[in-house]
């Protein structure tokens, strides 16, 4: 039982590049997220889904783009990476949304992603 | 706009030392608090308030809320080495928002 895995765990881009994050969850969760963390800024939402096929927006969405095309899987992509993009991203996932009983987050070990 | 606001910063003790991290908020239709702890890489789940003045423990970490007030404390006893982490604050609203609202995290240091 691996939990919540990402992949990379570290990238170095140059603008204008793009790439994708992979998140995998194997605890059958329905709802996965994807934060990114900034020093004195806290974890903030770019996108979530609610389950396979669903994808929403976040505190801050602009410049990413999300896909559950697999239950287990949460891809997060960058089509056009900034400097302000730098970042460290955390995927998590639960198994009911923030509202249900079961609200508790699992979050990855993260990707420290820089771009150049 | 909604806010979580984290106090201190950050904090250097002694083993065996007891610490105090306050959490104030914010936030319209508040429902519950959350606490994680952040070590080198992902946050883990400590603690996740909803009723006010009921106490959660978990061996040497405790953790209250205070609705009135609008804040929350997490209590560390015996401080040891492995505490040493950013502690992690965040509210959910009412509502079915999917949107956690993170404090900035108090840094812990706890020296040998």
Redesign the interface.
């Known amino acids: 039982n691996a939990g919540v895995t990402q992949t990379p765990k570290f990238r170095v881009l140059k603008t204008g590049q793009s790439m994708t994050l992979l998140c995998a969850q194997d605890m059958n969760h329905e709802y996965m997220y994807w934060y990114r963390q900034d020093p004195g800024m806290g974890l903030r939402l770019i996108h979530y889904s609610v389950g396979e096929g669903t994808t929403a927006k976040g505190e801050v969405p602009d410049g990413y783009n999300v896909s559950r095309l697999k239950k287990q899987n949460f891809l997060l992509g960058l089509e056009s990476a900034a400097p302000s993009q730098t970042s460290v991203y955390f995927c998590a996932s639960s198994y009911s949304g923030l509202a249900g009983l079961y609200n508790e987050q699992f979050f990855g070990p993260g990707t420290r992603l820089t771009v150049l | 706009e909604d806010k979580?606001v984290q106090s201190p910063l950050s904090l250097v003790v002694h083993e065996g030392d007891t610490v105090t991290l306050n959490c104030s908020y914010e936030v319209t239709n508040f429902?519950s608090l959350l606490w994680y702890k952040q070590e080198k890489?992902?946050?883990?789940?400590l603690f996740?308030l909803t009723s006010s003045g009921i106490e959660k423990k978990s061996g040497r970490l405790s953790s209250i809320l205070d609705k009135k007030e609008l804040f929350s404390i997490l209590n560390i006893t015996a401080t040891q080495t492995g505490d040493s982490a950013v502690y992690?604050c965040?509210v959910?609203r009412?509502?079915?928002?999917?949107?956690?609202v993170?404090?900035?995290?108090t840094k812990l240091t706890v020296n040998p």
């Open positions: 979580v429902r890489k992902a946050p883990t789940f996740m992690l965040a959910i009412q509502g079915g928002s999917e949107k956690l993170f404090g900035k995290g």
